[in-house]
């Protein structure tokens, strides 16, 4: 799968890309992801990319022109563009499982006071990441890179991803390592029997409270 992120801070990403289970995808070939500076595509001499609101008011206004033409530059008829925005559908897991399977997702991150409108044009969808205003779409950029590479095929055992939270409407099930007791506090005895039948059914009784008490919306979804 590609991914193109388009911002005007490719720096933020390179902790991102190189690290942990995102850097082993790119490794492996799993996702191939590629920054691009829409700045590089401004036609103006200066390389402007922003300028004051029409009829006025605080703030910068994301021009249209440097991202249109670095988005035409690596569009492909197969490509779905995704302005990252407050004002778009919530993102959540089920988007991401959809998201998972294209071929090529462009995500185009604001900044300022956001994007001149006449944006929307060219974009399939404007996706949010939660109802709340951040400095840019670079952490939303890498929130659904990261929820989609994991969910693509080799990035992580599929045994993992099956029982984790939301991806049958319910959460995940309470998790213990060793030591067996810490500060008198003991791990349930089941999961220490060795006996797969009972610790999967301890573990599926232990999702649904889990749910219960933490996300009853998501059992009355169910
Ligand atoms: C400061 S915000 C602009 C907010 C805009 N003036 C509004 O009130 O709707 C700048 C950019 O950050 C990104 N952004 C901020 N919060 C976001 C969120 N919750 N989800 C997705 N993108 C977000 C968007 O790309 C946005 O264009």
Known sequence: ???????????MFTGFLNTSIIKRAIQK????INIVNFRDYSPL???QVDDTPYGGGSGMVLRC??????????????????????QGKLFDQQKAISLAKEEHIILIC???EGFDERIKNFT???LSIGNYILTGGELPAMVITDAITRLLKGTIKEDSLKNESFMQDLLDYPTYTKPPVF?????????LSGHHENIE??????????TKNKRQDLLEKK
């Open 124 to 126: 399939d969808e404007e």
């Open 1 to 11: 799968m590609n991914i193109t992120i388009l911002t005007l801070f490719p720096e």
């Open 201 to 210: 059914q301890y573990r599926k009784e232990q999702a649904y409270l889990n």
């Open 183 to 191: 500060r008198n506090l003991k791990v349930p005895d089941v999961l």
């Open 29 to 32: 070939k799993i996702v191939t």
């Open 110 to 112: 604001g900044h300022y």
């Open 45 to 47: 001499n200066n390389h």
């Open 65 to 86: 022109e440097p991202i249109v033409s670095a988005l035409e530059s690596v569009k492909t008829k197969n490509s779905k563009t995704i302005l990252l925005s407050p």
